[in-house]
Nanobody
């Protein structure tokens, strides 16, 4: 299983970015997908998850109302639209896949992408 995250970059506070994660090596449409982030010196934390069908999503409280996770099973890709970015959103963002239809905790995910850096300047 390979996950390739992209779309990170440097943006000013209040700006937007859209992250993408292309998956291969697993029947994409059968598994939950998630985004996590890790700031320097801190633990990796849950950001958002989407169920296998896209019908169920969940978000960390810190990003609710600003971030939107979605998936396109025809393209084997999951997205994270990030709006109204804040300096505290600065982190390496990782996508991951879980061998179940819904997964909302880090330990449920078994394959991880390489991460993409998001930096938000104030």
């Amino acid at each position: 299983v390979q996950l390739q995250a992209s779309g990170g970059g440097l943006v000013q506070a209040g700006g937007s970015l859209r992250l993408s994660c292309a998956a291969s090596g697993r029947t994409f449409s059968r598994y939950a997908m998630g985004w996590f982030r890790q700031a320097p010196g801190k633990e990796r934390k849950f950001v958002a998850h989407v169920s296998w069908s896209g019908g169920s999503t969940s978000y960390a409280d810190s990003v609710k109302g600003r971030f939107t996770i979605s998936r396109d099973n025809a393209k084997n890709t999951v997205y994270l639209q990030m709006n109204d970015l804040k300096p505290e959103d600065t982190a390496v963002y990782y996508c991951a896949t879980a061998p179940r239809t819904i997964a909302t905790t880090l330990l449920e995910y078994d394959y991880w992408g390489q991460g993409t850096q998001v930096t938000v300047s104030s």
